[in-house]
């Protein structure tokens, strides 16, 4: 492994740990102690002392981070406070649901915004390329939270094809997997149709068409390569933002992933849980980011010359 991609490794395992940390401390400046919530809660008189000594919130801010650190290198997240189940039972199922939920999203977003780009600039007309950015404009600045409401009041109320929230059909997933690829494929479309107009005039275009290549055959074949770093870089922006939108469109769409049981771990006080999935948040950030640089890599090496 060469000196590059140590440089990477350690520049993103440090992320990791900072974000943890500051997490860590965070989560305690929010007012509100999660014991008194707790008992609040119950029905039974409980002694207060032994619950925290329990859980390890009877010791120092500084004990607590040393103890919180050292399972971190176990994978160990401790108990939920609220629940008194292993952190890693509750995780699991929410990121399995997130990653379904990204998944289809993003695929949605590259299948359907690159190709829709490359068309609408291979038919190269203005009028059309005008309504397209004006649309793009608008798809693009309408937050999920927003978007979300009018699927749903379409969708499921007026034609009630699909359901409004939940997770109990199959066909649930598609209205938060629409809410957050939307805005996503008009950001590709828009990119798409960015890139390929700076190519129309190219060295490159015109000795294809003197060469009697068809015109479909050079943008879908050819023009494609040349546009894919930019295209690249755009996913990897938006992939950021899709992440923080899962939070809200999950908490919409009662869909039960990490979002959800992020916002509702704070709301309890539920620290164990708010550090765990902050912790698998930011790891999703550097696995991406770190399958980016790769990509970039392949498909301009020069890079790599540049950071070295």
């Known amino acids: ?20 940390l500051i997490t860590f401390f965070l989560i305690r400046l929010v007012p509100g ?36 650190l050292k399972n971190l290198f176990q994978l160990d997240f401790g108990l939920s406070i609220h629940q008194n189940i292993d952190v890693l039972f509750l995780l699991k199922p929410a990121l399995i ?18 190709p829709l780009g490359l068309f609408i600039s ?34 499921a109320i007026f034609l009630d094809l699909l359901p409004v929230s939940g997770m109990e059909k199959p066909s649930s997933i598609l209205l938060p997997a629409a809410t957050l690829s939307i805005g996503f494929i008009a950001y590709l479309v828009k990119m798409t149709m960015d890139s390929t107009e700076e190519l129309k005039d190219s060295i490159f275009i015109i000795a294809a068409k003197s060469k009697g290549l068809n015109l479909s055959y050079i943008y879908f074949t050819h023009v494609i390569k040349l546009i894919s770093l930019p295209i690249v870089t755009a996913i990897g922006l938006q992939l950021g933002g899709l992440l923080s939108g899962t939070i809200i469109t999950e908490m919409i769409f009662s869909w039960n992933g990490i979002g959800k049981l992020l916002i509702d771990s704070i709301h309890q006080r539920d620290y164990p849980i708010t550090q765990a999935t902050v912790f698998f948040i930011a790891i999703s950030y550097v696995t991406i980011n770190f399958i980016l640089e790769f990509i970039y890599l392949k498909l301009d090496p020069r890079i790599k010359t540049y950071h070295e």
């Open 1 to 20: 492994m060469n000196s590059y991609w140590l440089k990477v490794i350690f520049h993103y395992i440090f992320l990791i740990f900072s974000v943890y």
């Open 122 to 155: 291979y038919l190269n007309s203005s009028f059309l390329n005008q309504i397209t950015k004006c649309i793009n404009a608008i798809l693009i600045a309408i937050p999920s939270f927003i978007l979300a409401p009018i699927l749903i009041l379409f969708f």
């Open 33 to 68: 102690d999660p014991i008194d919530f707790l008992v609040g809660q119950s029905n039974f008189s409980a002694d207060v002392n032994q619950i925290k000594e329990h859980l390890g919130l009877d010791l120092s801010i500084f004990e607590q981070v040393v103890k919180a």
């Open 97 to 114: 649901n997130t990653a379904l939920l990204a998944i289809l999203s993003v695929s949605m977003a590259v299948f359907i915004g690159i």
